[in-house]
């Protein structure tokens, strides 16, 4: 059974930081690409930061640049989402995807989400 789960959310300052981690377990880890997403109240959801599998290459969304680092751990089959200088904007909920093939079908998975929410 595939299982994505979230944590790491919580409420924080603006300026302030916050680390997120996802824990896969039912599929082979390794040689998926891990993506964290959000989706804020009223918008639709939008990719944050992903990570190959194999090769570990990464991409980010222009509004996190410089501020997010997305990395994996195989051995642990976890991912983390590092948020820094975490802004307002940045509240959202935010979920693990897990995108990959396996004997010629792709999967896409998705965990729960967890609600990051940065206000004074």
């Known amino acids: 059974q595939v299982q994505l789960v979230e944590s790491g959310g919580d409420l924080v300052q603006p300026g302030g930081s916050l680390r997120l981690s996802c824990a896969a377990s039912?599929?082979?880890?390794?040689?998926?690409?891990m993506s964290w997403y959000r989706q804020a109240p009223g918008k639709e959801r939008e990719l944050v930061a992903g990570i190959t599998g194999t090769l570990g290459s990464i991409n980010y969304a222009d509004s996190v640049k410089g501020r997010f680092t997305i990395s994996r751990d195989n051995a642990k089959n976890t991912v983390y989402l590092q948020m820094n200088s975490l802004k307002p904007e940045d509240t959202a909920i935010y979920y693990c995807?897990?995108?990959?093939?396996?004997?010629?079908?792709?999967?896409?998975?998705w965990g729960q989400g967890t609600q990051v929410t940065v206000s004074s």
């Open positions: 995807n897990a995108a990959g093939w396996s004997w010629g079908v792709h999967y896409d998975y």
């Open positions: 039912g599929f082979t880890f390794s040689s998926f690409a």
